[in-house]
């Protein structure tokens, strides 16, 4: 079965960091572009940011850029978010996404995980 | 950024009823748009890619068109299952971005 399982999530203070972690299975994750994907509590969907298949190309929302990184170890199937001063409004589930296309940094978001919240709070 | 703005944000309807949502682009995305369906507590769900292809395993009473900066979701009968928010979003430019939702309910 394709399956992404976030971990990572939790309360941690304003100013603080946090690192997601994102596991891929049943698919060839070295073969695709991945991506963080948030939202807030009551607001809607927010892309966060995009790594390709290879690492060579990366991608940030700007509310993110200089703060967060995103990384991914293809020999453990294993994308990251590390977050550095968090920001109340920060607070969100945060969605690993898979992109569509073998080999292509798409932005179609073809298999979710479940998510993990992120509680950005004194 | 382009800015994607869905109508209505809200919409309760009876189930066998044609429902349409609509997505406004601020600009010319072609036909870069994908719409999600997303349950509360669930992951969500690509039901189109490319503004009218739908993804594998959606039902075909799903429908997508449009292009440029004017699309329309349908579900041609609704059901009860179908109760969920649906996002619009395009890829044409980064970054990506999705509309605000629109909240389904059932009357």
């Known amino acids: 079965e394709v399956q992404l399982v976030e971990s990572g999530g939790g309360p941690v203070k304003p100013g603080g960091s946090l690192r997601l972690s994102c596991a891929a299975s049943?698919?060839?994750?070295?073969?695709?572009?991945m991506n963080w994907v948030r939202q807030a509590p009551g607001k809607g969907l927010e892309w966060v940011s995009a790594i390709s298949s290879d690492s060579d190309y990366i991608y940030y929302a700007e509310s993110v850029r200089g703060r967060f990184t995103i990384s991914r170890d293809n020999a453990k199937s294993s994308l990251y978010l590390h977050m550095n001063s968090l920001r109340a409004e920060e607070t969100a589930v945060y969605y690993c996404?898979?992109?569509?296309?073998?080999?292509?940094?798409?932005?179609?978001?073809?298999?979710w995980g479940q998510g993990t919240m992120v509680i950005v709070s004194s | 950024d382009i800015q994607m703005t869905q109508s209505p944000s809200s919409l309760s309807a009876s189930v066998g009823d044609r429902v349409t949502i609509t997505c406004q682009a601020s600009?010319?995305?072609?036909?870069?748009l994908n719409w999600y369906q997303h349950k509360p507590g669930r992951a969500p769900k690509l039901l189109f890619y490319d503004a009218s292809n739908l993804q594998a395993g959606v039902p075909s009473r799903f429908s997508g068109s449009g292009s440029g900066t004017d699309f329309t979701f349908t579900i041609n009968s609704l059901q009860p299952e179908d109760i969920a928010t649906y996002y619009c979003?395009?890829?044409?430019?980064?970054?990506?971005?999705f509309g605000q939702g629109t909240k389904l309910e059932i009357k």
């Open positions: 049943g698919f060839t994750f070295k073969s695709y572009s």
């Open positions: 996404a898979r992109d569509l296309v073998v080999g292509a940094t798409r932005g179609t978001f073809d298999i």
């Open positions: 600009q010319d995305v072609s036909r870069y």
């Open positions: 979003q395009q890829f044409h430019t980064l970054p990506y971005t």
